[in-house]
């Protein structure tokens, strides 16, 4: 095995990450050396390179806070086994996933669903196991149970709000799943053809007159929001008396401005999901809920970039334009 190897650092806040040739890492007593055959890029990937992150990093650093690998040596797994990397500071503490091989410690490590390709053994963790919260756990949908099972959801209109996304998509597949009429609101045109198929279709540009509609008609029982910014509240107009909105994400604004008097009016609940308190449900959730992808009855879109492209899938994301999630894919010399 060579002394080095490629891997994509950031040297400078802000600044697009580049390929170099860095030494190869070594493991300790409790530690797993694996070969990284995708790696995520994600928001807070892109949070942490911008120097925006309360955790920041020794520049330089290898960035990648997920991605999925085998194990090339360790004193407890088998060489060849496929597993997950994510937690245990990569990416913030500790060298990332955005290299031909990474270090971390055995007992963070998770196995893959057989039959999951790479690219969505890299990604799929976030967007599963948020929409499985955001639905299920916070947002109550239908019959609630605690498994894959679908609920009895028959009564619900649910909208999810940036549906083209990856979470969003994955909300809007698992409320079909369910039995629920979905609602996607989108961009653009171009966003609405990728909604998954049975979603009805609100495109912010053009469906003025649809929308209109809906915050007088109110028809809406269940609001899931990965948008945020200043037009969360005018979204929960279009949410029933007794209904729930589910914050989820904030890629239109960090902040929301309340009305409280007309709030306490519309009389709907406003609820966060926090991933990062529920991780270790989370993992649970993940890996009682992977086989679905496995067998196809969930899609996750994923684009995939080679190391030297690591920039601008940054770009792509901050702008909105990725189709799903993104991915570097590793030299394989």
């Given at each position: 095995m060579?002394a080095?190897?490629?891997?994509?650092?950031?040297?400078?806040w802000g600044?697009?990450?580049?390929v170099?040739?860095?030494?190869?890492p070594?493991?300790?007593?409790?530690e797993?050396?694996v070969?990284?055959?995708?790696?995520?890029v994600?928001?807070?990937?892109r949070?942490v390179?911008g120097g925006?992150?309360?955790?920041?990093p020794?520049?330089p650093?290898v960035?990648g806070?997920?991605g999925?690998?085998?194990v090339?040596?360790?004193?407890?797994?088998?060489e060849?086994?496929?597993?997950?990397?994510?937690?245990?500071g990569?990416?913030?503490?500790?060298?990332?996933?955005?290299?031909?091989?990474?270090?971390?410690?055995?007992?963070s490590?998770?196995p893959?669903p057989e039959?999951?390709?790479?690219?969505?053994?890299a990604t799929?963790?976030?967007p599963?196991?948020?929409?499985?919260?955001?639905?299920?756990?916070v947002g109550?949908?239908g019959?609630?149970?605690?498994?894959?099972?679908p609920?009895?959801?028959?009564?619900?209109?649910?909208?999810?709000?940036?549906a083209a996304g990856a979470?969003?998509?994955?909300v809007?597949?698992l409320a079909l799943?369910?039995g629920?009429?979905?609602?996607?609101?989108v961009?653009?045109?171009?966003?609405?053809?990728?909604?998954?198929?049975g979603v009805?279709?609100?495109?912010?540009?053009?469906?003025?007159?649809?929308?209109?509609?809906?915050?007088?008609?109110?028809p809406?029982?269940?609001?899931?929001?990965t948008?945020g910014?200043a037009?969360?509240?005018?979204?929960m107009g279009?949410?029933?008396?007794?209904g729930?909105?589910?914050?989820?994400?904030?890629?239109?604004?960090e902040?929301?401005?309340?009305?409280l008097?007309?709030w306490l009016?519309?009389d709907?609940?406003?609820l966060?999901?926090?991933?990062?308190?529920?991780?270790?449900?989370?993992?649970?959730?993940?890996?009682?809920?992977?086989?679905?992808l496995?067998?196809?009855?969930?899609?996750?879109?994923?684009q995939e970039f080679?190391?030297?492209?690591?920039?601008?899938?940054?770009d792509?994301?901050?702008?909105?334009q990725l189709?799903?999630?993104?991915?570097?894919?590793?030299?394989?010399?």
């Amino acid at each position: 095995m060579s002394a080095t190897m490629r891997a994509v650092r950031v040297r400078d806040w802000g600044a697009a990450p580049e390929v170099e040739h860095v030494p190869m890492p070594r493991r300790a007593e409790g530690e797993t050396l694996v070969r990284v055959d995708a790696a995520a890029v994600g928001h807070l990937d892109r949070t942490v390179a911008g120097g925006e992150f309360r955790m920041k990093p020794t520049l330089p650093y290898v960035g990648g806070v997920e991605g999925c690998g085998r194990v090339v040596a360790s004193d407890d797994l088998p060489e060849g086994t496929r597993v997950m990397l994510r937690g245990a500071g990569l990416g913030l503490v500790r060298d990332g996933t955005w290299a031909q091989y990474v270090v971390v410690p055995t007992t963070s490590l998770s196995p893959l669903p057989e039959g999951m390709s790479p690219a969505v053994g890299a990604t799929f963790f976030l967007p599963l196991t948020t929409a499985v919260t955001a639905l299920r756990t916070v947002g109550r949908l239908g019959s609630w149970n605690d498994g894959p099972e679908p609920t009895a959801a028959r009564d619900e209109v649910v909208l999810v709000a940036g549906a083209a996304g990856a979470v969003g998509s994955m909300v809007a597949q698992l409320a079909l799943r369910d039995g629920a009429r979905v609602l996607g609101l989108v961009l653009d045109r171009e966003q609405a053809q990728r909604l998954p198929e049975g979603v009805e279709p609100l495109v912010a540009a053009d469906d003025g007159e649809q929308l209109s509609r809906l915050a007088g008609e109110r028809p809406v029982t269940l609001l899931v929001d990965t948008l945020g910014g200043a037009g969360l509240g005018e979204r929960m107009g279009w949410v029933r008396a007794g209904g729930r909105a589910v914050a989820i994400g904030y890629v239109a604004g960090e902040t929301a401005p309340l009305d409280l008097p007309n709030w306490l009016l519309l009389d709907v609940a406003l609820l966060p999901v926090n991933m990062i308190r529920r991780n270790r449900e989370a993992r649970a959730l993940a890996e009682q809920w992977a086989p679905l992808l496995v067998s196809g009855q969930l899609v996750l879109d994923v684009q995939e970039f080679d190391f030297a492209e690591a920039g601008r899938a940054l770009d792509l994301l901050g702008t909105g334009q990725l189709r799903g999630r993104a991915v570097l894919v590793p030299p394989t010399d």
